[in-house]
């Protein structure tokens, strides 16, 4: 079984047009997050959500909007790609309440923007 | 805020050289400290970890020390083999407060040969 999952794997995309990546967790946690990992694999955190929460909103677009359903799904909507949005985007869970915050990532969503 | 600096690579060694990958990081309090592994088009693996200072983490050959007085968690492996060809993170993650985001140093690139 897949512990975080994101579909789709990879996106090609016009500019201008609007996507979303999903992702689920089947551990339990009550983390997500996601990462955006540029060319040079620099790897920037966007969002988190604890228990559907949002917790960390980095200096994000507003043309990113994460939407987490329950504490399994977290999703993220783009709004008006751009060319500079081109990366892989990574989903991962962790729990907050005990542990040493390990996170377990998804495989990654490779989203190019032409 | 949280900070972590590990040399970028890229690293290319033949296969049973010795690997060190440096990793020194500035933080408040008393951060827990990650590698992770990220093999081609895959997602990121925790590969070891530590907790507390003078702990050692070690998994598939690889240990990392925590060593608070120079502030560093260096990345060895005594005879490494084609197959540890990945990118390496250093990362950590603060302890209480808002410190729920695991944050990542830029990478290191090792490349081994046959």
């Known amino acids: 079984d897949t512990a975080v999952s994101q579909t789709p794997k990879y996106l090609v995309t016009q500019m201008g047009n609007d996507k979303s990546i999903k992702c689920e967790q089947n551990l339990g946690h009550d983390t997500m997050y996601w990462y955006k990992q540029d060319s040079k694999k620099f790897l920037k955190i966007m969002f988190s959500y604890n228990n559907k929460e949002l917790i960390i909103n980095e200096t994000v677009p507003n043309r990113f909007s994460p939407k987490s359903p329950d504490k399994a799904h977290l999703n993220l909507h783009i709004n008006s790609l751009e060319l500079g949005d081109s990366a892989v985007y990574f989903c991962?869970?962790?729990?907050?309440?005990?542990?040493?915050?390990?996170?377990?990532f998804g495989e990654g969503s490779r989203l190019t923007v032409l | 805020g949280n900070s972590v600096t590990q040399m970028e690579g890229p690293v290319t060694l033949s296969e049973e050289a010795f690997l060190t990958i440096n990793c020194t990081y500035t933080a408040t309090g008393y951060p827990s400290l990650f590698w992770y592994v990220q093999y081609p088009g895959e997602g990121l693996q925790l590969l070891l970890k530590?907790?507390?200072?003078?702990d050692k983490g070690s998994n598939k050959g690889f240990e990392a020390t925590y060593r608070k007085e120079t502030t560093s968690f260096h990345l060895e492996k005594g005879s490494v083999q084609v197959s540890d060809s990945a990118v390496y993170f250093c990362a950590l993650r603060g302890r209480g407060g808002s410190n729920y985001k695991l944050t990542f140093g830029k990478g290191t690139l090792l490349t081994v040969n046959p």
């Open positions: 991962a869970s962790s729990n907050l309440a005990g542990g040493t915050g390990e996170l377990f």
């Open positions: 530590a907790t507390k200072a003078d």
